[in-house]
């Protein structure tokens, strides 16, 4: 068993790879004592969940709850959202900021699924097989990878841990995901690495943690619950800023 040092110095040549599940344990473990299980306020109807996740994309989180809530209060059917003049969608969404691209793509999202469904209803994807609903959300409109996973794991019920930015720095700290910056082939390579019973809990408590403990700068390590484990909470502690 490499010692701290050792590990610190090889971190860079690290491959993700389905290790250390016992330590995976202890840090979802820990991360479940402190966090819950924070659904993050995602709603469990797919076609909802899959416009709310399209609106928290590049920007904070009280920006999209704010946008979401209000879009669904001024246009209350998807219907009526898919019909409406783009200008007045755009308005909507200014808070959550990207609003031009985030009207076009809800707006083409929704025509997709009522032309190959007929309707606005997504319910058959819950008979589908998890490689079945990925290739299907990501045949949509603008929707990648991360954005499926976010639906098949809070509207779907699927063993999922999308990577999102958070998931990859904390994974990444641990020395659990190599020194790299995050990629579509690096997060999905991370996800697969994990037990498939530990990654929805995994995905909503390094969600929590991010946003409150380990943030990009300025984490607070000497609170955090995973200090022991982390191969980087000396370095950022006395550096005082995010490694």
């Not at 109807?45 to 609106?55: N, R």
């Not at 699924?113 to 008979?127: C, K, N, Q, V």
Request: proline share 5%.
């Amino acid at each position: 068993m490499p010692n701290h040092v050792d590990a610190m110095k090889t971190r860079k040549s690290y491959e993700v790879k389905p290790s250390g599940s016992k330590r995976l344990r202890e840090v979802e473990c820990r991360l479940r004592a402190a966090h819950g299980q924070p659904r993050h306020h995602n709603p469990a109807d797919p076609i909802d969940d899959l416009i709310f996740v399209v609106l928290s994309r590049m920007t904070q989180e009280v920006k999209y709850l704010r946008t979401y809530q209000a879009l669904r209060e001024e246009m209350p059917s998807w219907d009526v959202v898919m019909d409406a003049p783009a200008n007045n969608l755009e308005d909507l969404l200014q808070d959550a900021g990207l609003a031009p691209t985030k009207s076009r793509q809800i707006k083409a999202i929704l025509k997709e699924i009522e032309a190959r469904e007929g309707a606005l209803d997504l319910s058959r994807l819950r008979a589908l097989s998890d490689d079945a609903v990925e290739a299907y959300l990501t045949s949509l409109p603008g929707v990648a990878r991360k954005t499926a996973r976010c639906v098949m794991l809070y509207a779907l019920d699927r063993d999922a841990c999308p990577v999102d930015t958070h998931v990859w720095r904390i994974m990444r700290r641990l020395g659990i995901a190599p020194e790299k910056s995050w990629s579509e082939s690096n997060a999905r390579r991370l996800e697969e690495a994990i037990p498939r019973s530990l990654r929805c809990s995994l995905h909503v408590t390094l969600i929590a943690h991010g946003r409150s403990i380990c943030r990009a700068r300025r984490p607070l390590c000497r609170e955090c619950v995973l200090s022991a484990l982390c191969l980087s909470a000396d370095r950022v502690s006395s550096a005082g800023h995010a490694a």
